[in-house]
């Protein structure tokens, strides 16, 4: 399988309709007003707050100079890749645009961005679950990130008589699974954790990897990044599809099937949830002080979570590269950053900018989690072939909490990463 594909010309090979792109717009187009315009896409249509929060960004710099403009063009997030697919297809990506994290290491392999060569001072400063580098050289920078915790309340673990973590602390598998049967056995309950297994695509490696990474596997051997082998198919990777298998067989412990929208937790039809920060407001409504956002579990190899959210970019093909860089170097200052927390809920990729929000300032309520994104946060495999990694590891765990084996499903998986990888040169790796 593959995702992008570089031939000597440079292009993305992948089926998108063409007609998904509204407009052929181009890096930089015709003047407006005697300033040369700089176009700009983003998957935010349908989110207001986060575009107020662009357009006010967009409006600074461009009342700061009167060289450029910029105008953005906003998308529904569904068609937003295939659009972008198609416009690096024909050579008409915008010249700045927004990206999900674990993609970027692909589009730079592929040629289609340029480095944003921003001042090191700056970038040092933020997450680095918030910066995507390739060849060592940063490629796309985010606002935030996103993190996920195990959402309980703390009423419910002192009534069942279950030890609260910490980050330092966190529950070991043991503690773990006695904490699920205790709350299983609970009548008040459902079952005792909502998973999210109803949810779909980048969902599963990103949040269910990190239990495999705590088991002592992983979704790529990364002291090559050539090969799945031993990493996805070892023991522990197959320890960790036996534990996730056991989920949903276990009575009461989770479900495949839970109610739509992720609801069961502030219902109270689960007593614990692994949910992320844009839940938590749904939380806190619902239960106020009594919600606790709890690390994940340690089962051997220490607690993780994933890392990287939407990042901004620029094309390889922009005619104005230094506008397009001073537009990224005005937007990641503090006051945008948390603007952006503000309006989205987003976790601030710096610490001066957490510090100017009331959520995730110091004391904050949300605090926890902008410390669980900086102490557990595991980059997904800054590899061209995480698509296909993404994608197949889905497939392989989806198939066995339904019942596969998990060796032969993750052995299935390796082949399949592994061909991706060798028919596309390693990568250069």
């Not at 450029?68 to 990506?93: N, R």
């Not at 944003?116 to 700056?122: Q, T």
């Not at 935030?144 to 009423?155: E, I, K």
């Not at 200052?333 to 110091?362: F, R, V």
Request: net charge negative; aromatic share 10%; glycine share 8%.
């Amino acid at each position: 399988m593959r995702i992008f594909e570089r031939p000597a010309a440079r292009g993305l090979l992948l089926a998108v309709a063409a007609a998904l792109l509204l407009t052929a717009c181009q890096a930089a187009s015709a003047t407006e007003d005697g300033r040369a315009v700089l176009t700009m896409w983003t998957h935010g249509a349908g989110n207001p707050v986060e575009l107020e929060v662009l357009d006010q960004t967009i409006a600074d710099y461009n009342s700061s100079q009167d060289e450029f403009v910029i105008k953005v063009e906003s998308f529904p997030q569904a068609a937003y890749s295939d659009a972008v697919i198609g416009a690096a297809t024909t050579g008409d990506l915008p010249c700045l645009l927004d990206l999900d994290g674990p993609t970027v290491a692909n589009w730079a392999w592929s040629e289609s961005l340029a480095p944003l060569d921003l001042p090191e001072e700056k970038t040092d400063q933020f997450l680095p679950s918030a910066l995507s580098l390739w060849n060592d050289e940063i490629y796309a920078i985010g606002f935030g990130d996103a993190a996920l915790s195990v959402m309980a309340r703390q009423s419910v673990l002192e009534e069942h008589d279950i030890r609260i973590p910490s980050i330092d602390d966190p529950w070991t598998r043991d503690e773990f699974e006695d904490a699920l049967n205790k709350l299983a056995e609970d009548p008040d309950f459902e079952y005792a954790i909502d998973v999210g297994a109803a949810e779909t695509g980048e969902w599963w490696p990103y949040a269910y990897s990190p239990f495999l990474q705590s088991f002592g596997g992983d979704l790529i051997d990364r002291s090559t990044f050539t090969t799945a082998e031993g990493a996805l198919n070892g023991p522990q990777a197959v320890e960790f599809g036996s534990w996730f298998r056991s989920l949903f067989v276990r009575p009461g412990w989770s479900t495949l099937a839970p109610t739509p929208g992720r609801e069961d937790f502030p219902l109270g039809n689960a007593a614990l949830s692994w949910n992320g920060n844009w839940a938590a407001s749904r939380a806190l409504e619902e239960f106020g002080d009594d919600v606790l956002f709890l690390p994940p579990p340690d089962f051997g190899n220490g607690p993780a979570i994933g890392g990287a959210s939407w990042q901004w970019a620029i094309s390889a093909d922009c005619e104005h590269l230094e506008a397009a860089r001073d537009y990224i170097e005005l937007s990641i200052e503090p006051k945008y950053i948390a603007a952006y927390s503000d309006n989205t809920g987003g976790i601030p990729a710096t610490q001066a900018a957490a510090d100017l929000t009331e959520d995730y300032a110091p004391g904050g309520r949300l605090a926890v989690m902008r410390d669980l994104s900086e102490e557990l946060a595991i980059i997904r495999p800054p590899t061209p072939a995480y698509p296909v990694i993404a994608s197949v590891f889905e497939k392989a765990l989806r198939d066995i909490a339904n019942g596969a084996d998990p060796e032969g499903a993750f052995g299935q998986a390796v082949e399949q990463i592994d061909t991706n990888i060798s028919s596309n040169d390693d990568y250069g790796f």
